[in-house]
């Protein structure tokens, strides 16, 4: 019995301890994750409306380059000099989200870049959406009547991208993602000019 209650008596005391030790380490590196996520936003809006920064002036040069805009609950990016704009977007894959930033030219239907913060889809096949060779077949394409993206090789028109041979359900969900949240945020741009 006594053996028993020693027995509890350690665990709770190593419980304790170890919750302890969990919480002050969370308050500690809260903080801190919070200010990367910041900076890897900051980051990205900055590729996708293709303006130069050094990793040392990240902040600096969001902030004498980009406006912050809020219409209700939709924030976007304002490029200072050129007009481009920015927006996040967020949706289904295939096998998870993705979130990432597009910026538009300032005539809201021509893509000035693309870059991906987050996806899960699967490495080497569905995941190669983040990678630039992909992201970068999407400059200068139009955004209406809608984006698509086609088999390799197939893209012709100015609104056609070529996707990624062994990724055409990721390339799809994509696809459906990015229609409909640009869609979603020039309906609300527009409203507000």
């Known amino acids: 019995m006594k053996e028993k209650l020693l027995m509890i008596l350690f665990v709770l005391i190593l419980g304790s301890v170890m919750s302890t030790a969990l919480v002050s380490v969370n308050a500690y590196t809260a903080p801190l994750i919070e200010k990367n996520k ?5 980051i990205s ?9 050094s990793e ?4 600096e040069t969001f902030l004498e380059n980009v406006a912050t805009k809020k219409r209700g609950e939709i924030k976007f990016y304002v490029a200072k000099t050129s007009g481009d704009i920015a927006f996040e977007f967020y949706g289904s894959g295939l096998w998870g989200p ?33 990678e630039e060779d ?3 077949r999407f400059t200068a394409k139009k955004v209406f009547p809608r984006l ?4 390799p090789g197939k893209a012709s028109r100015d609104n056609e991208v070529d996707g990624i041979t062994g990724a055409t359900l990721t390339c799809k969900a994509f ?17 507000t000019e």
């Open 38 to 42: 910041v900076r890897k936003l900051h």
């Open 148 to 151: 698509i993206i086609q088999p």
């Open 45 to 53: 809006v900055l590729k996708a409306l293709d303006i130069v920064y």
């Open 134 to 136: 992909f992201l970068d």
């Open 56 to 59: 040392n002036k990240v902040v």
């Open 175 to 191: 696809e459906e993602m990015l229609n409909s949240e640009i869609k979603k945020y020039v309906s609300v741009i527009k409203e």
């Open 98 to 130: 993705i979130h990432g930033i597009i910026a538009l030219e300032p005539d809201l239907k021509t893509i000035k870049g693309i870059t991906i913060i987050h996806q899960e889809e699967t490495p080497g096949l569905g995941g190669r959406i983040a």
